[in-house]
Nanobody, 125 residues
Framework: QVRLVESGGGSVPAGGYLMLSCFTGEYTYPESCMAWFRQAPGKQREAVASFYTKTGHTDYADSVKGRSTVAHDNVKKTFYLRMYNLKPEDTALYYC??????????????????WGHGTQVTVSS
């Protein structure tokens, strides 16, 4: 059974840094879209960033572009989101997701088959 497990969330002051990790475990599809989403209280879930394992192509939401990077370590079976210069509006529950059948159409939707349970990020002003 595929389980995605996020970690690395926490409470940081504005301007801080966090690295979120998503352990993909038994997820072994070689060509996949992987993505980070977030959902703040009272708001809709939004896509933060995505990564296509076949080409390494990445996409980022405008709200995090320039201060976030995603990476995938196939050996460690872990997908990362590094966030710099964190802002209070980054406060949310962050989820990772993966899907082998999106053919590179990785960003701007939530049609992912596999999801984690989320890790909380809280940024104080």
């Amino acid at each position: 059974q595929v389980r995605l497990v996020e970690s690395g969330g926490g409470s940081v002051p504005a301007g801080g840094y966090l690295m979120l990790s998503c352990f993909t475990g038994e997820y072994t599809y070689p060509e996949s879209c992987m993505a980070w989403f977030r959902q703040a209280p009272g708001k809709q879930r939004e896509a933060v960033a995505s990564f296509y394992t076949k080409t390494g192509h990445t996409d980022y939401a405008d709200s995090v572009k320039g201060r976030s990077t995603v990476a995938h370590d196939n050996v460690k079976k872990t997908f990362y989101l590094r966030m710099y210069n964190l802002k209070p509006e980054d406060t949310a529950l962050y989820y990772c997701a993966a899907d082998p059948a999106l053919a590179g159409n990785c960003f701007g939707h939530s049609r992912y088959s596999f999801w984690g349970h989320g890790t909380q990020v809280t940024v104080s002003s």
